[in-house]
């Protein structure tokens, strides 16, 4: 279910100035009027549409991306533009580990999108309702107009790199695919998927060799055999996080 409103006209007026004064040393009077050929726009909000594209459908446990975007539809730049994705009333999902929330600029030309590709951890198989999952914000101006679409699974549960759990009593074996252009990899657990991630990865992991196939493999220790977690893969490529793998 997601929600879509539009863009609100921008307001226009042309600028006018009027002078009346004495032209000396002739005596005469002069009254001047003027007026700009063009109106002047005042943008404020209006200058920026929030974008929201997000899969088409979303998989328990499998990674969802959401591309949120502020597009500057103005002919000015606009400045100290932010986007932040919220904790407080997101539904059926969680962020995946090391998920940065808040994405800024200081200047978005005219044209100019400012984006970033979120990825989520749905706790249901269906659609997403993203309503209230974002936060957007220019020079004080809040409640922007939107515009959102769907696309097909960016990572479609059918090609996800595959990962399993296995418990070895009181130690939990993790091995999974690796994932093209990753420099590294940190395990995250939580204690259950409605849980948010914490911010630190899991205590207790060692890195084991590979397996012959290339998998990659670690041990998560001193776990107590009465405790539920479920672990993600988390992946560093070009920088940023990319969880790839299922929640296991």
Not at 35 to 56: E, F, I, P
Not at 152 to 180: C, E, F, H, M
Not at 192 to 221: C, E, H, Q, W, Y
């Amino acid at each position: 279910m997601l929600g879509q409103s539009h863009r609100r006209p921008t307001i226009g007026h042309p600028l006018t100035a009027s002078y009346a004064g004495i032209l000396e040393p002739f005596g005469a009077a002069i009254n001047l009027d003027a007026k700009t050929q063009t109106d002047l726009h005042v943008w404020g909000s209006s200058a920026l549409q929030l974008t929201v594209d997000a899969d088409d459908a979303a998989t328990a446990g499998y990674p969802y991306h959401v591309i949120v975007g502020l597009k500057n539809v103005a002919d000015v730049p606009v400045y100290n533009a932010t986007i932040e994705l919220l904790k407080e009333g997101k539904r059926n999902y969680i962020y995946q580990p090391r998920q940065p929330l808040t994405i800024s600029a200081d200047t978005i030309e005219p044209g100019q999108t400012l984006k970033r590709d979120y990825i989520l951890v749905p706790t249901i198989t269906g659609q997403l309702d993203l309503s209230d999952s974002f936060a957007s914000e220019s020079a004080g101006a809040t409640q922007l107009p939107s515009t959102i679409t769907s696309h097909p699974p960016i990572d479609p549960p059918a090609s996800a790199p595959a990962i399993t759990a296995t418990n070895l009593n009181g130690k939990v074996g993790l091995r999974w695919q690796p994932v093209p252009g990753a420099t590294s990899y940190a395990v995250y657990s939580t204690s259950d998927p409605s849980i948010d991630f914490p911010d630190t990865p899991a205590p207790n992991v060692d890195t084991l060799p590979n397996d012959d196939d290339g998998s990659m493999r670690a041990v998560v220790r001193n776990v107590s055999a009465d405790t539920k977690n479920y672990y993600a893969i988390s992946p560093i490529i070009d920088g940023e996080p990319l969880m790839s793998h299922p929640l296991v």
